[in-house]
């Protein structure tokens, strides 16, 4: 175990948890928004599938990560407003198109893999860049402060969004469709624009998610995310629907999982123990959404389909 | 009115979702793709088709213009994609390879990483008329034990497996992956100035184990002393937690890296990004890392296909296990050109190799 509380060792594991858990976050994040309107969006993984291969063939293509990175939005975007299409204006059951939309983009990636790209090549990732004078804080400055973009930008959405909920009447408007929505209508708020806006803004981070988890590795594979993006709607629900709750529920589900890695590289933990040990992050993720669920009650609309009565 | 258009657009829309959905996920039967480019001659490095381990019943072999005038119907079942760099490509490769030579209509269907779909496919096959269906993956097996007694005028082969469950119709086939791990891992020692490896694994079965045990085995056959820790991320296919367990050697000193799966490609990003040497096994992953692959442990399934095919045709639906030894070129160490590997390395790795074949030296299980 010592050899673990050593700098370098501590400093990588601390790193890789934050990178680990940026994709984690931004979808979380974006699923947030979603749902505090009133919108279950079950499709987050799908989405970030198709952007992250929409990020890797841009920069295949183009060799410009910022252009890949746009590419891996866009899809989000674009993936938005067929996801707002089908739960908001068709009011379809959510749960159900949501599935729909994740099977589509599982299958669609996969195709465009195999037929447009063959032999998959490596691409170039983004470099991580130190943030001036904090990076020369020791120990902790190459913890937190020697980051790609994308996790800074990952992280600096937090209070941003944070801000937006709870400060602004965009974000009271978000709040009020979720609760009530026949309320929030009776005083001459747009349910179908509030919940378009903030379902194509989620799947724009989600699209981002997709992009940031494509420069981790730095190349396509099919099923890339492994289903991270369900794990990223239950972050939501660890949360409590709320920024800064997911932002932990995401650190802790990343940080636990570069732990348990670190530790089977030292030898701490035994090979008799590896396949029990990675069951760890989700394992210690659902006790802790146990534990936190009963404190908090999600919207009240969530999930339901808005029809105006008359 | 509005509102009735609203709930007919809300039924139709998302069963046109599910035809996508359908269409996009390919699950039935797909032409043979043509191999991915670039690929290593593998068919040009295959050896005499060796003898199974299990003794072969007698069979008349047909003649070659008789063999490949009657059309064989070849399905693969595999868990990743064709294009893996890995375990299914391999096999994809060596399809290809036999294509012309045996008359093979080959159907293709990959990423069947979910069992319960793909034993729905493995069943279509089989009622399509295929002659032999290959499951290329262990997860497969519980399917095939189950489903050949229903088929039992389709062959199929199991792999990687050691058993045949006693069906008259089905194949095993496995390869001794320790064996390249253990030329591999002797390297690795010998390249290595921290004294410390890093190894990654998905899960600890099958082939994966056998290669990072037998990787480990060489490398404390050079250097005792050596830290050789396996880490097992739990999964084949997660990239990211691959490159993760390579970040974390990294931080512990590792100056050399291998790893098995398909997920692999992660962690040789890492290798590449800290130019450290990068050994691979199931395919060459060169083009991955030009500069940093060493050389690659290269499944080579052709002889054991040609093996099975032509029991097939000699009326031998199955009851052998064929296995893939460094010695009958069901696997062959790829040496990277482009990695400055010093003279001695190379030497003490053909003599490991040479004595492997030869019996001389005497792999771990």
Not at chain 1, 3 to 23: E, H, K, M
Not at chain 1, 38 to 60: E, K, Q, S
Request: net charge neutral; proline share 6%; hydrophobic share 50%.
């Amino acid at each position: 175990m010592n050899q673990f509380f050593t700098v370098d060792v501590l400093t990588v594991t601390v790193a890789s948890g934050i990178a680990l858990a940026t994709p984690f976050l931004l979808a979380a994040l974006g699923e947030t928004i979603g749902q505090r309107s009133g919108v279950i969006n079950l499709g987050v993984d799908g989405i970030m599938l198709l952007a992250a291969f929409a990020t890797y063939y841009t920069a295949l293509q183009t060799g410009n990560l910022l252009f890949a990175i746009m590419a891996g939005a866009g899809t989000g975007t674009i993936m938005g407003m067929i996801t707002a299409l089908v739960s908001v204006t068709l009011k379809a059951e959510q749960g159900i198109s949501g599935i729909g939309i994740y099977l589509f983009g599982l299958g669609f990636s996969a195709l465009l893999f195999q037929k447009l790209v063959g032999t998959p090549l490596p691409i170039a990732t983004l470099p991580p860049v130190g943030i001036p004078l904090l990076d020369e804080i020791p120990v902790v400055g190459g913890m937190f402060f020697k980051q790609s973009v994308l996790v800074y930008l990952a992280f600096l959405l937090v209070p941003i969004v944070a801000f937006v909920l709870n400060r602004t009447t965009y974000g009271l408007k978000i709040k009020a469709v979720g609760e009530n929505p026949a309320a929030a209508d009776s005083l001459g708020v747009s349910v179908a624009r509030i919940r378009w806006s903030t379902v194509m803004l989620g799947c724009t981070f989600a699209g981002l998610a997709g992009a940031s988890l494509l420069m981790y590795g730095g190349i396509f594979q099919v099923n890339l995310t492994q289903s991270e993006g369900f794990i990223a709607v239950a972050l939501v629900y660890f949360g409590a629907w709320r920024p800064v709750g997911v932002m932990g529920g995401s650190l802790l589900y990343g940080l636990v999982g570069v732990v348990i890695l670190t530790w089977k590289s030292l030898g701490i933990i035994p090979l008799s123990a590896s396949d029990l040990a990675a069951t760890a992050p989700a394992v210690i993720t659902v006790l802790a959404l146990l534990f936190l669920a009963r404190r908090f009650r999600q919207p009240a609309a969530l999930g339901r389909p808005y029809e105006r009565e008359g | 009115m509005h509102r009735h258009l609203d709930r007919k657009l809300s039924l139709i829309l998302p069963a046109v979702l599910v035809a996508l959905v359908a269409a996009s996920c390919g699950g039935s039967s797909t032409p043979a793709p043509a191999s991915p480019a670039p690929s290593p001659s593998v068919a040009a490095a295959a050896s005499p088709a060796p003898s199974p381990s299990a003794p072969a019943a007698a069979s008349s072999e047909p003649s070659p213009s008789a063999a490949a005038a009657t059309t064989l119907k070849v399905a693969l079942v595999a868990p990743s994609a064709v294009n893996d760099l890995a375990f299914t490509q391999s096999m994809v490769e060596a399809l290809n390879s036999l294509k012309a030579k045996y008359n093979l209509e080959i159907a293709v269907s990959d990423n069947q990483f979910v069992v319960a779909t793909a034993a729905n496919v493995i069943q279509n096959y089989a009622s399509q008329g295929y002659n032999l269906i290959i499951a290329h993956g262990s997860q497969y097996g519980s399917t095939i034990q189950q489903l050949a007694p229903q088929f039992p005028n389709v062959s199929f082969a199991w792999g990687t497996a050691g058993s045949t469950y006693n069906l008259p119709n089905v194949f095993a086939y496995q390869a001794n992956s320790n064996e390249g791990g253990y030329v591999q891992g002797a390297m690795a020692a010998l390249l290595s100035k921290s004294k410390v490896l890093g190894v990654i694994g998905p899960i600890a079965v099958g082939d994966a184990k056998l290669y990072v045990d037998g990787f480990c085995a060489g490398a404390k056959f050079v250097e005792a002393s050596i830290s050789c820790i396996p880490v097992y991320t739990g999964s084949f296919s997660d990239v990211s937690l691959m490159a993760t367990a390579a970040t974390t050697f990294v931080a512990n000193k590792a100056d050399v890296l291998t790893g098995t799966a398909q997920a692999v490609v992660g962690a040789i990003g890492v290798a590449k990004s800290h130019n450290l040497p990068w050994f691979g096994t199931q395919w060459t992953q060169v083009s991955l890392a030009p500069s940093n692959v060493v050389s690659s442990q290269v499944y080579n399934w052709a002889p054991i296909l040609e093996q099975i095919l032509t029991e097939i045709q000699g009326g031998k639906l199955g009851g052998a296990t064929f296995t893939a030894t460094l010695g009958n070129g069901g696997e062959q160490i790829q040496f990277n050109p482009g990695f400055n590997l010093p003279a001695a390395v190379k030497a003490k790795a053909d003599e490991l190799i040479k004595g492997i074949t030869e019996g001389s030296v005497n792999v771990p299980q």
